[in-house]
T-cell receptor, first 115, second 115 residues
């Protein structure tokens, strides 16, 4: 079975500061993808960043970057220069096999950004 | 590109009633996914389609749940004889093709409340 665990139910950050959200996962698959999704109050899930497990280089997307530690099965998200619009629920997710749209999600971390 | 559309946005029903939700994917997307999200949790995969073919339905929560995508365009998710435990948000997502580049686009969900 594949599992994703987010151990931080809530996090907060000051505007313009940096915050890191944690995620650990477990899978027996060798070929898989990891994702961070953002869910604002509008409820629509938005892809923030993705990482292919076979790539050693950490993915980056503007202010968002990941620290992918394959041996430790850890996949954290770093948000730099936090903005008020970053406030949302963040979900870590895992996909493998024939459909990379069939995701296993973690429990989520609520991020609050203080002005 | 008008995005993934879900209707209704909210549905309130009495226990024992049947409900049906509709999802209109992005027009050229051939894959369509249904997820369920309960309060404070990450989304849980239910089923998905490639065109009109339902490729996996083993995760549908019980035989009271069924989904269709009759012409490979819109999809419906039906819950028969609703129970209070069915109260949740039902999310739809679509994507173009399979393979490693698959990217999901989510709708805003249908919030179901069973009284």
């Amino acid at each position: 079975a594949q599992t994703v665990t987010q151990s931080q139910p809530e996090m907060s950050v000051q505007e313009a500061e940096t915050v890191t959200l944690s995620c650990t996962y477990d899978t027996s698959e060798s070929d898989y993808y990891l994702f961070w999704y953002k869910q604002p109050p509008s409820r629509q899930m938005i892809l923030v960043i993705r990482q292919e497990a076979y790539k050693q280089q950490n993915a980056t997307e503007n202010r968002f970057s990941v620290n992918f530690q394959k041996a430790a099965k850890s996949f954290s998200l770093k948000i730099s220069d936090s903005q008020l619009g970053d406030a949302a629920m963040y979900f870590c997710a895992l996909a493998w096999g024939t459909s990379y749209g069939k995701l296993t999600f973690g429990q989520g971390t609520i991020l609050t950004v203080h002005p | 590109d008008t995005g993934v559309s879900q209707n209704p946005r909210h549905k309130i029903t009495k226990r024992g009633q049947n409900v049906t939700f509709r999802c209109d994917p992005i027009s050229e997307h051939n894959r369509l996914y249904w997820y369920r999200q309960t309060l404070g949790q990450g989304p849980e995969f239910l089923t998905y389609f490639q065109n009109e073919a339902q490729l996996e339905k083993s995760r549908l929560l019980s035989d009271r749940f069924s989904a269709e995508r009759p012409k490979g365009s819109f999809s419906t998710l039906e819950i028969q004889r609703t129970e209070q435990g069915d109260s949740a948000m039902y999310l739809c997502a679509s994507s173009l093709g399979g393979g490693s580049a698959e990217k999901l686009f989510f709708g805003s969900g249908t919030q179901l409340s069973v009284l």
